[in-house]
C-alpha cells in the first residue's frame, strides 16, 4: 500500500505562483512514477504532469513551459511548482502514485482569479 498527501493548494491571482507538494509514504519502492492530475468543474480529471524514478518528465500542452515537475528521492515527495497561473487553471489537483495499481491523494483546490 501507499499512502499520497498533497498540500499547497490555494487562492492566488493570473500571473502568479504556487508550488504543490506531494509526500508518498509505505510500499514507496513499488512506485514506478508520481505525478499530477487536475479537475476543474464539470470536465474530466485529466494529466498535469508526471515524473518517473528515472526523472523523464511529461506535461500537458496545456503548462508546458509555466508548470515543473520535481522530486526530493530522500524525502519521497514530488512537488508542481506552478508560474503564470490562469484562471482555466483552477481545478482541484490530485497527486498520484504509479505502481502495480495507482495511488490516489484527497485533492487540493487551486483557484486562480481573473
Known amino acids: 500500500q501507499v499512502q499520497v498527501v498533497e498540500s499547497g493548494g490555494g487562492l492566488v491571482q493570473a500571473g502568479g505562483s504556487l508550488r504543490l507538494s506531494c509526500a508518498a509514504s509505505g510500499s514507496i519502492f513499488s512506485i514506478n512514477a508520481m505525478g499530477w492530475y487536475r479537475q476543474a468543474p464539470g470536465k474530466q480529471r485529466e494529466l498535469v504532469a508526471v515524473?518517473?524514478?528515472?526523472?523523464?518528465?511529461n506535461y500537458a500542452d496545456s503548462v508546458k513551459g509555466r508548470f515543473t515537475i520535481s522530486r526530493d528521492n530522500a524525502k519521497n515527495t514530488v512537488y508542481l511548482q506552478m508560474n503564470s497561473l490562469k484562471p482555466e487553471d483552477t481545478a482541484v489537483y490530485y497527486c498520484i502514485a504509479m505502481s502495480i495499481r495507482n495511488y490516489w491523494g484527497q485533492g487540493t483546490q487551486v483557484t486562480v482569479s481573473s
Open positions: 515524473i518517473t524514478t528515472g526523472g523523464t518528465t
